[in-house]
């Protein structure tokens, strides 16, 4: 059976998460989801230190979220991030963002990313260990 790289990540609202009624600002989750996003790649061998090494960053492309229900000021919400797509130079994650209280879906989002190498800002194949250890994940021709 072929491994899928999941995360899961947990965050609690603060107040700079949100506006002047305790509701969540649209661009807080988006840096929830970057984080389970940063967490996820870690997993898939692209860890902080290394990229800062290496200068070799995987960089979002395409950003698509729909907002289903609002997070609130002291809310508890678990951000569920898996692999979804791997393609010759983009992949594409997805998450999923609940309330934990109640399991509430708030938020669905995918992304597409591209690996760039800096400073040339170029971008560059995925691993080519990559076509194996996520075949099941590979977009069909």
Known sequence: MQE???IETREEVMFFDTDCGGVV?????LRMIE???TRLAGLMGMKLREMAHTH??????RTEIDYKKPAKLGDEL?????????????FWCSFEMRRAE????LITCRQSLALVQMPEGRPVRLPEDWKVK???LAKEK
């Open 4 to 6: 899928t790289p999941t």
């Open 78 to 90: 678990i951000i569920h991030g898996r692999l979804e797509t791997v393609e010759r130079v983009r």
């Open 102 to 105: 109640d399991h509430a879906l």
């Open 56 to 61: 070799l960053f995987p960089v979002v492309v």
């Open 25 to 29: 600002h649209n661009i807080a989750y």
């Open 134 to 136: 996520y075949a099941h």
């Open 35 to 37: 984080t389970a996003r």
